[in-house]
């Protein structure tokens, strides 16, 4: 199975993806399965979900939240979750059953970094992003290699906000994700060249057109 586990839509300010056209362009990618992940909301990724109607292809509901600490993603989300509170936002993940991933842990920007050292994680996330096509290549190197270190299942994605970095990234697995996830059978791969354009086009939109349009 091969999913991208990291999409926003037009629920995102930074994203101007809508719904359909993301399964569409999954699915032409020859994508198993997607997780859509919006900024601190869950309803893009009920929306793609309700969308879906092909039972050999899965939506993954969940958001992206920010953190004190940084940015995390919850996969198997059932509803929103309000706190931004690292701790309680384990608690409300674990309350829902959900998954809880941290997000581009070594990015370059400084304040996209995550501030905990991942040692400090152990037992209380169920994996590590360690690869996501937004990220300079060696953030992803430094990830994978940390991840490792301290036995956490690595996801990867593409953290697409725009239709050409959708399948950007990816994680593959067997059968299951939940059960490759808490078994630490995930690989992850892709490309991170569409890095530079991908995120002038999203400040673009969060700054200027977003604010102009709604
Ligand atoms: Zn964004
Ligand atoms: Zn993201």
């Known amino acids: 199975m091969r999913y991208d586990l990291h999409i926003h839509t037009k629920y995102s ?9 993301i399964l569409k362009i999954a699915k032409k990618k020859k994508l198993d399965g997607i997780a859509i992940t919006d900024h601190n909301t869950v ?16 939506v993954v509901v969940g958001s992206e939240m920010k953190s004190e600490y ?20 384990i608690d409300a993940v674990k309350q829902q059953g959900a998954m809880l991933a941290v997000a581009h842990p070594f990015r370059i920007v400084p304040w996209l970094k995550f501030k905990l050292p991942l040692k400090n994680l152990v037992g209380k996330v169920d994996a590590v992003e360690t690869f996501n096509s ?9 990830a994978t290699k940390e991840a490792k270190k301290y036995g956490f299942a690595g996801v990867g994605g593409s953290d697409a906000h725009w239709p050409f970095d959708i399948g ?11 059960k490759a996830i808490k078994t630490k059978q ?14 002038i086009l999203s400040t673009v939109q969060s700054r200027i057109i977003y604010p102009i349009f709604s």
């Open 13 to 21: 300010r930074c994203s101007a993806l809508q719904p359909a056209r």
């Open 43 to 58: 309803r893009g990724a009920l929306a793609v979900n309700k969308l879906n109607k092909d039972p050999d292809f899965e």
């Open 70 to 89: 940084g940015d995390v993603l919850i996969y198997y989300q059932n509803e929103e979750i309000k706190t931004r509170n690292f701790l309680e936002l």
């Open 134 to 142: 937004r990220n300079a290549f060696w953030s992803n190197t430094i």
């Open 168 to 178: 950007n990234g990816y994680t593959i697995f067997r059968d299951n994700l939940i």
């Open 186 to 199: 995930t690989e992850v791969g892709g490309t991170t060249y569409m890095v530079g354009l991908s995120a």
